[in-house]
């Protein structure tokens, strides 16, 4: 009798499961198989044709594949570390209980998140515009929008801007594990903070910093609003993302060019997995 | 030493939230501004507050139309993605099997799906559901590209929710399900009666996430809402910065009335804003 039971609600499981388990197939694992699927393919949209690698080889000679590509991973190699950095800084920082002001401090640096992503990415448009504010506080006459080097530069610093708070709080919240006493006895043995810095926080925060890298990275490889709304890609491709190349290639130009656009939307799926499997792997060894 | 230490921290993170905040001033001080005096620079409370919220309200782009589509998108989104994925983080961990295990850790990896990838395959599929016609009704003014349906029901199942739903549900003390069980409760009664009026501050989080995300949302609205009377907020104040002879004022205007909804959110509810915005590395 209680085993039957049992079974009942065991099998009420189910119930709550199906249909969110459904809309995620039919919304995320069917559209993956078919991105795979068009990925091997050319031609209009209608009336598409198997051609083997012959996207991914064009990839190979594509010159605005591979500006894409290296913007990408510009962004990624320059941008993640220093924001991480700062991050790092700002919340050991914010991690003393005798500073004041503290509450005050975590919430500003923290109210970039709040924005969303085209309205800074226009707010900053305005203050570097080329007789614009941070050019006259600089003294300087940067193109920082049609500049291909500063245009990259100010992608980096929008970035930046937007996200090292949020990468913050995840730092202040592991901050809170590490015990007081550590850094007690630390200053009794006469540590500089930047010594305590390197020699107990990093240490102590390693899964945390690697969680972040990865979200990071993985945030990143995806960038599309904030190129897509200063520079739009520009000047001549020179900002340009993956992400907004796939978007020009697909919904942009005159022909749509979906096979090819998802061949190069799975270069960032790639990059993801691998990406993942060493988080996993990281992070499951911890 | 020590207190040359201490007055660089002060100066740094002066300047830390300076610079955080300096951009929110320039905002809120563009609204009263025109467009010659945002380019140029110039820091002063201008006079041209009410005639750039008139351009904005006025505008062709139909500004307060794409409030209320932003409006309905994100409410219906976050009511949705709540009732499902608390469902569903609720199912995969009360009711434990080994197939359900390995059902989960296969959705886990929907996670890793960037969007890009399922843009194209996502945009087909709904554009075959603009050809479909019952009878004399058209399936695509209600779900096919162009409704607002198309960029609901992508986001109201996420495994990041369900897996949010799910680390929160672990604490959740289990003797109360048998207990009810005990009582003759059915199991969604349990749900609804037992489980949901302990896990408010887990539904605050979730809705946060969610409505901000919604709200905020811009490649799959650029991608699937292509007619001007189904632009959201977002889609909107782009095409505002994108315009050849942007007017920066009345744009201003629209960053910052986008902006107040997430702000008063954040303000209010501060603790649980932060735990939504940490969500994946809890427990």
Redesign the interface.
Known sequence: MRKTKKRV??G??????T???I??TI??????I??LI?AFQSGP?LNMKFNGFGNFARMLTDSTFKKAFGNTFLYLIVQVPIMLF?AL??SS??N?TK??FRG??R?????????????????????F?????????LGTQIHWLTDPVFAKILIIIAIT?RWT??NM??YI?GMQNISPDIYEAADIDGA??TQQLFKITIPNLKP?IL?TTI?ST?GT??L??EV??IT?GGPANSTIT??HY??NL??NFGKPN?GY??AV??V??IC??VL?LIQNKVVGNE | MNKLSNAIKYVVLSIAAFVSIFPFLWMIMGTTNETRDIVSGKIKIGGKFLINMKTLFENDLDFPKALVNSAVIAVLTTVFALLLSSMAGYGFEIFKSKGRERIFNVMLLSMMVPFAAMMIPLYRMFTKLNQIQIGSVKLSTYFGINSLFVVIVPSVATAFLIFLFRQNIKAFPKDLVEAARIDGLGEWEIFARIYMPTAKNTYAAAAIITFMSSWNNYLWPLVALQSPEKRTVPLILSAMGASYTPDYGMMMCGIVIATLPIALIFFILQKQFVAGMMGSVKG
Do not use: E, H
């Not at chain 1, 009420?12 to 499961?17: A, C, H, K, R, Y």
């Open positions: 609600w065991i009420t499981g189910n119930d709550f499961i249909l969110p388990l809309l995620i919304l995320v694992f069917v559209p993956m078919m991105a068009t949209p700062l800084v700002f920082m914010l003393d500073l004041k005050f401090f919430t500003a640096l923290f109210l970039p998140c709040i924005t969303s992503l085209v309205s800074y990415s226009l707010i900053m448009k305005t203050l515009a080329d007789a614009g504010l941070i050019n006259q506080i801007w708070g949020y709080i995840f919240a500089t903070k945390i969680f979200t993985i490889l995806q599309f609003d897509k709304n739009n993956l992400s796939i978007y697909s919904f979906f656009a998802a939307s799975f960032i799926v993801i997995v993942s």
